[in-house]
């Protein structure tokens, strides 16, 4: 009782960490949360962890609560984010993070979660663009297995993603 009265944020946030796997819990300790006058804010790639955290005066979802995302997937996509900064582009986050770890299905569930409504795009076309997302992520892992790099060194290229357009598709209904 004295945590949730003085220390309401770090306390729902625990909470709701620990309650992680039983969705029925979360959904009934974010209404309280919300009651409380706590943002919760929604799943971000470029900002939650794998845990519920504060963040500012609101609760970040966690990655870790999202239907379909491990914690290795969740721990590849921190370090690689710890490395390049923020992700811009779906092709960036699929070339620089471990493709061992990082699937279809795992990026498809952060689309449908709302954790990649940072990056540029709607959620329709960088959910269309998936595929070939992960195709070039593929490709760009492999040559860096093989030690293959570009004509003067270094890793991945900011502008090299930046050049793949993604489609031109109508966005999602609110349905």
Known sequence: AYLK??????????LLTFEMGDTDKVVEYIDEARQMGIDVLPPDI????WSFTPDGDGIRFGLGAVKNVGQGAVEAIIAARKDVGKFKTIFQLCEVVDVSVLNRRVVESLVRAGAMDSLEGTRAQIFTAVEGAMESGQRAWKDRQTGQTGLFGGGFDDEEAAEQPLPNVPDWTQQ
């Open 5 to 14: 009265a003085y220390y309401p944020l770090q306390f729902m946030s625990a």
């Open 46 to 49: 470029n900002s939650s962890d």
